[in-house]
């Protein structure tokens, strides 16, 4: 049986090869610390649980509309307005099966073949994978970091052709946890709006930002870039309801109504307990929210100071997410290694340290860490990092 070139034409991800050996260290019963996690290491808030559960009880458990409960829809309406003065109809909002689900069924909703996307460098390791399933083709931008990873709006000009459709920006951002400030984000919108290009605002580490600094969505800058922009979010990330798979996307009405379209062909409808549980994230308490992210801000200052007392690491300290992304190239040089990937490869089997290699982002010269996981664990593998570093060096 021979595949659909779609999926012979996906990129393997070097999350998973590295996942994979790290779980059969752990299973021959060596002590791996892991530090690729993309999820909270928080428990889903109480009330949201039981809210959940009490739906089941109540009878629950069939299908909903596509593109997702009124109520729903109607509590990220509200969420929307008091924590960006933005205002939509129920009828600019799907509920998906998670942000990611919310992304792919935009894509697939919007592209043609050989539409172009342009995909900011550090990117999200679906991205590109999700334009080209939908027959469009990823045009990468470097963010330098220099500039903390973020693209400028002359960097913009310069990619764009006649068959740019849309613009992905990440803010915070997964990997390097940058966040654009309005300025910046206001330059980027008057080039979409002069090109007319879709700007698509993944701001699912929204609520995790450090420093007194405040999250701005490009579509709260002004009328025009409302229009101009579908907002993804959900609440994976800020309320650690990664496994629950509830996102949202809002935006022009007649994308909406196609995404749902297509989402009634393929999932049905989100996961009706999981929606339950959704309104009472968005309804009810966010003191656990701010509570996990002073916990993550706290962790991520420790883990920065000691990072980058690490011999060859330098590292942009971020804004949001729960990712560092630090620099590896003079730690990779005084070691003797060829690349970072063979240096990460390394590390874990020698020091059963996990990281997840910058390549797979498409900054080969990085590498990932999440420090959602305890501090002491995290402290531990930043010992076993400089001691990998130290032990190497002397031995080349």
Known sequence: MKLA????????????????????LKA??????????????????????????????EGHTKYTASGGLLSLKTAIVNKLKQDQGLTYETSEIIVSTGAKHSLYSLFQAILDEGDEVIIPIPYWVSYPEQVKLADGTPVYLEGK???????????????????????????????????????ELSAIGEVCLENDILIVS??????????????????????????????????????????????????DAKIIKAMTNLDSHSTSNPTTTSQHGALAAYNGTQ??????????????????DRL?????????????AFYLFPNATEAVKMTGFSSVDEWVEALLEEEKVALVPGSGFGAPDNVRLSYAT????????????????NSSASND
Request: with cysteine; charged share 25%.
């Open 202 to 251: 993944d701001e699912i580490y929204e609520k995790l930002v450090y420093g007194g600094v405040k999250h701005t969505s490009i579509a709260e800058l002004s009328p025009e870039l409302k229009k101009q922009t579908i907002i993804i979010n959900g609440l994976s990330k800020s309320h650690a309801m990664t496994g629950w798979r509830i996102g949202f996307a809002a935006g």
């Open 308 to 320: 980058v007392t690490i011999p060859g690491i330098t590292c942009v300290k971020p804004n949001g």
């Open 5 to 24: 070139k779609r999926v012979e034409a996906l990129t393997p991800s070097t999350t998973l090869a590295i996942t994979a050996k790290a779980n059969q």
């Open 145 to 183: 970091e220099e500039n903390q990873f973020k693209i400028t709006a002359e960097d913009l000009k310069k990619v764009i052709t006649e068959r740019t459709k849309a613009l992905v920006l990440n803010s915070p951002s997964n990997p390097t946890g940058s966040l654009y400030s309005a300025e």
């Open 374 to 389: 305890s501090l002491d664990t995290i402290m531990e593998a930043l010992d076993r990092i400089e001691r990998f570093i």
């Open 287 to 304: 003191e656990p929210v701010e509570e996990m992210r002073q916990a993550f801000e706290e962790r991520m200052n420790k883990v920065y």
């Open 28 to 57: 021959e019963g060596h002590d791996v610390i892991a530090l690729g996690a993309g999820e909270p290491d928080f428990n889903t808030p109480i009330h949201i649980i039981e809210a959940a559960y009490e739906s089941m009880k």
